[in-house]
């Protein structure tokens, strides 16, 4: 815990120093304890350039990078111990394709110049998916069995399937939009703010109190559900509140950074080679690994890169062979 937090530490710095305009560590460091300690005295001598870059620009864009990354892979480890299915992602519910479908309608209603509309508009598409896909797999003739992973993931594939169609019928009825919406679901850091901060930094901390204080029960879901049951574990209570908390954080996600895949399916995996299944360790080093993770591709793509691209193609690019890797090796385990 205390490496990878001094490693995230040290990716933080090394990402405010670099981009189109080079600033060294040194102002970094001297920026920053200015700031924050002697904010009237201290900023005179500071270059002004620097300043705006690194409190306006960078560091709001790094901080919730970094958010995001650790709520993707929070959120992929509740979804792949509640599933029980090591394929199981912050989307497998079709959570991304609501929240892609809100904000391709507040984009279709030209309420994209403002800056609340769309990741608004996403939320609410995700939290409606989300209670879609409950509904549907809830079972009232069978209520122990109504949210069972098979029936879960069969309506969020079902519900998945629909809004896709739906977002391309919106493409195509977009015109000359379109290319905005396109660009918005391949997932950017571009232009973040430190009320997106807020957010993600809000959201993520409830959501890992939720997770540290069901860790102990998710371990024991693992057991199988019978097992879990005699050992005291309430299923129907600790599954409907984890499945929502998953949920919710991949939908804030999504509402603030557009759609960025598998960091929620791979960091779970990457973090149990060195903690093992147990949950309570598992947690916040996954936290740690997809912040990490995402904020190192994302220097990638804005500093490294001649021209930036969107941080989700990225992802899905290295990401995908993994992914294929995986599946292979649970198909003939």
């Known amino acids: 815990m205390v490496l990878f937090s001094l490693f995230l530490i040290l990716m933080i710095f090394l990402s405010l120093s670099m981009g189109y305009i080079r600033i060294p560590l040194t102002d970094i460091f001297h920026i920053l304890i200015t700031k924050v300690a002697v904010p009237v005295h201290g900023l005179q001598a500071i270059n002004e350039t620097h300043l705006a870059v690194i409190m306006d620009v960078r560091l709001p864009r790094i901080l919730s990078c970094a958010g995001v990354g650790a709520a993707l892979a929070l959120s992929g480890v509740l979804f792949q111990g509640i599933l029980l299915n ?31 509309s769309v990741p608004l508009f996403a939320f609410a598409g995700a939290c409606l998916t989300l209670f879609m896909v409950i509904f549907l797999s809830y079972s009232a003739k069978n209520p122990m069995a109504g949210l069972s992973s098979n029936n879960l993931i069969l309506s969020g594939v079902i519900v998945a399937a629909i809004l896709s169609a739906g977002i391309s019928f919106l493409k195509f009825i977009a015109n000359e939009q379109v290319s905005v919406i396109i660009f918005w679901l391949m997932g950017s850091f571009a232009s973040k703010t430190w009320s997106n901060v807020s957010v993600i930094t809000a959201f993520l901390g409830i959501g890992f109190f939720i997770s540290m204080f069901f860790a102990r029960d998710l371990n024991l879901i693992s057991l199988g ?36 895949g598998f960091v929620g399916l791979l960091v779970p995996h990457m973090v149990r080679f060195i903690t093992g299944p147990d949950n309570r360790k598992l947690i916040p080093l996954s936290m740690l690994s997809g912040a990490v993770l ?10 490294v890169l001649p021209h930036e691209i969107p941080i989700g193609v990225l992802t899905a690019l290295t990401g995908g062979p993994v992914f294929c890797w995986i599946f292979k090796k649970n198909r003939f385990k």
């Open 86 to 116: 090591p394929l199981a992602d912050p989307y497998t519910l079709g959570v991304s394709a609501g929240a892609a479908f809100g904000a391709s309608i507040a984009i279709l209603l030209n309420l994209g110049a403002n800056f609340v």
């Open 225 to 260: 559900p019978k097992s879990a049951a005699s050992l005291g574990v309430d299923l129907k209570k600790v599954t409907f509140v984890l499945l929502l908390s998953g949920s919710l954080l991949a939908a804030v996600c999504v509402s603030i950074s557009g759609i960025i």
């Open 294 to 303: 995402l904020l190192f591709a994302d220097t990638i793509t804005r500093a």
